[in-house]
């Protein structure tokens, strides 16, 4: 099992503006997911990506995977106050099937 | 499906006493996540079942932390007895390990031991 450990630990930005997190993890995946989190509520799956991709689109988020540097990078463009929420990653690596998240990025949208 | 359900939402408890926290996933699913989140800690995983089976429970704190999956419809973590430092919200979350892995988590239960 492992972690993946988000960066940076916050972001603020304006509303309307693109965001941007990334996430690195220390061994070989079959996929990497990210997650929202918002405010004292339970995480939501927003998009999985498999480690034979190396992009994929889902409405205004665009995440990248790079297998070579054990990075990937989520991107939300056109933000809204709606998306301030904490952002996690968690890789999976099937071995065991386990899903550890890190401490997540905090991202703040003003409006 | 209704999703996954957590009970209770809260819970205040005095210190010693046990809590008993429930987890009904989502039907079909075939693994089980108790998580503990915390300002310092951040999300922790406590234990993991595939098939009602504990698979990794390295994440549990203490002997004083429990959990039962008796069936694939129900799991409980139990804290006994329960100290002021147990105090966060936790989570269950299903998943169905297969290609997809996505992982569906409940509403949490907030829990206060005074």
């Not at chain 2, 504990?54 to 002997?63: F, K, N, Q, T």
């Not at chain 2, 007895?81 to 105090?87: G, N």
């Given at each position: 099992s492992q972690q993946g450990e988000e960066d940076p630990q916050a972001l603020s930005i304006q509303e309307g503006e693109n965001a941007t997190m990334n996430c690195s993890y220390k061994t070989s995946i079959n996929n990497l997911q990210w997650y929202r989190q918002n405010s004292g509520r339970g995480l939501v799956h927003l998009i999985l990506i498999r480690s034979n991709e190396r992009e994929k689109h889902s409405g205004r988020l665009r995440v990248t995977l790079d297998t070579s540097k054990k990075s990937s990078s989520l991107l939300i463009t056109a933000?809204?106050?709606?998306?301030?929420a904490s952002y996690f990653c968690a890789p999976y690596?099937?071995?065991?099937?386990n899903l550890i998240f890190g401490k997540g990025t905090k991202l703040s949208v003003k409006p | 499906d209704a999703g996954v359900i957590q009970s209770p939402r809260h819970e205040v408890t005095e210190m010693g006493q046990e809590v008993t926290l429930r987890c009904k996933p989502i039907s079909g699913h075939n693994s089980l996540f108790w998580y503990r989140q915390t300002m310092m800690r951040g999300l922790e995983l406590l234990i993991y079942f595939n098939n009602n089976v504990?698979?990794?429970?390295?994440?549990?704190?203490?002997?004083r932390f429990s959990a039962k999956m008796?069936?694939?419809s129900f799991s409980t973590l139990k804290i006994q007895?329960?100290?002021?430092?147990?105090?966060a919200v936790y989570f269950c979350a299903s998943s169905?390990?297969?290609?997809?892995?996505e992982a569906f988590f409940g509403q949490g239960t907030r829990l206060t031991v005074v």
């Open positions: 933000s809204r106050a709606a998306d301030t690596g099937g071995s065991q099937g | 504990p698979i990794d429970d390295s994440g549990m704190p203490e002997d008796p069936n694939a007895p329960s100290e002021p430092r147990d105090s169905w390990t297969g290609q997809s892995t």
